[in-house]
T-cell receptor
């Protein structure tokens, strides 16, 4: 079975600082990996996805993530944080063959002015 | 194009009651999945339906059931509600059973059981 571990339930950064949200996965087969963002009282919005193509994936709102098989990681980064980036971020994994998404517990990002 | 729409957005039920949540997928999407998100946790998979057939079920009790209609909309039913069923229920749609392009989620239904 697949699983995801998000390190740090809460991350706080200053506006303009680097954002780094950590995600490690466990999967016995090559995975698909996703990052979703959830703003208060809203559903999930897909930021980016890795589906076995390029290991460096660029998403919306300036976010990107790098798939590192040797480290079983898929960390999310953004060079410069904006106030509007404050939200909950979820890493998720699935594998080929009709499997549902398995989510991590989420990381709440706070951006300080 | 309209996204995934869920109704109602909020509701309050009493323990022991029954609830029905509804979801309309994006036009052209034939698969609908349901997730439960308890406060402070990531979403947990409940069901997936494709072409009106159940294609996956998570680790939830039989009080939870769902169905998909010919127009691909879906209902999630929960019987004998417990306080622990209070959560945000999310519906996701995708064109096929396994969409490697990422599921599209609705805004959810916030269920409070008192």
């Amino acid at each position: 079975a697949q699983s995801v571990t998000q390190l740090g339930s809460h991350v706080s950064v200053s506006e303009g600082a680097l954002v780094l949200l950590r995600c490690n996965y466990s999967s016995s087969v090559p995975p698909y990996l996703f990052w979703y963002v959830q703003y208060p009282n809203q559903g999930l919005q897909l930021l980016l996805k890795y589906t076995s193509a390029a290991t460096l994936v660029k998403g919306i709102n300036g976010f990107e993530a790098e798939f590192k098989k040797s480290e079983t990681s898929f960390h999310l980064t953004k060079p410069s944080a904006h106030m509007r980036d404050a939200a909950e971020y979820f890493c998720a994994v699935s594998v080929p063959g009709n499997t549902p998404l398995v989510f991590g517990k989420g990381t709440r990002l706070s951006v300080i002015a | 194009d309209a996204g995934v729409t869920q109704s109602p957005t909020h509701l309050i039920k009493t323990r022991g009651q029954h609830v029905t949540l509804r979801c309309s997928p994006i036009s052209g999407h034939k698969s609908v999945s349901w997730y439960q998100q308890v406060l402070g946790q990531g979403p947990q998979f409940i069901f997936q339906y494709y072409e009106k057939e159940e294609r996956g079920r998570g680790n939830f009790p039989d009080r939870f059931s769902a169905r998909q209609f010919p127009n691909y909309s879906s209902e999630l039913n929960v019987n004998a509600l417990l306080l622990g069923d209070s959560a945000l229920y999310l519906c996701a749609s995708n064109p096929i059973v396994q969409d490697i392009h990422g599921y599209t989620f609705g805004s959810g239904t916030r269920l409070t059981v008192v």
